[in-house]
C-alpha cells in the first residue's frame, strides 16, 4: 500500500465523494483506511456503572480504491506507484 499514516487524500466515490481528509489509519491486510472526518458512523454505548449511556460518532473504515493521494503542491489529486 502506497498511503501511509498522515497522507492527505480525496475521496473520489461514495456518499462523501470530494471530502477530503488525513489518514488517521491504515489497514494493510484488508487494503482500508480511516480518514479523519469521512465515513462517520454512529455507535451506541451501553451504559455501565462506571460510565453513563452515550451516542458517539466515529470515522468508519473505506477502501483504498476509494481514495487518491492528495498532492499538496498542484492542489489535486493524483495517483501514486
Do not use: C
Request: glycine content about 8%; cysteine-free.
Amino acid at each position: 500500500m502506497r498511503i501511509k499514516k498522515d497522507d492527505v487524500v480525496l475521496v473520489i466515490t461514495g456518499k462523501d465523494k470530494g471530502k477530503k481528509g488525513k489518514v488517521l489509519k491504515v489497514f494493510p491486510k484488508t487494503e482500508r483506511v480511516i480518514v479523519e472526518g469521512v465515513n462517520i458512523q454512529t455507535k451506541h454505548q451501553k451504559q455501565t456503572r462506571k460510565a453513563p449511556a452515550e451516542i458517539k460518532h466515529q470515522e468508519g473504515p473505506i477502501h483504498i480504491s476509494n481514495v487518491m493521494y492528495w498532492d499538496s503542491k498542484a492542489k489535486a489529486p493524483t495517483r501514486i506507484g
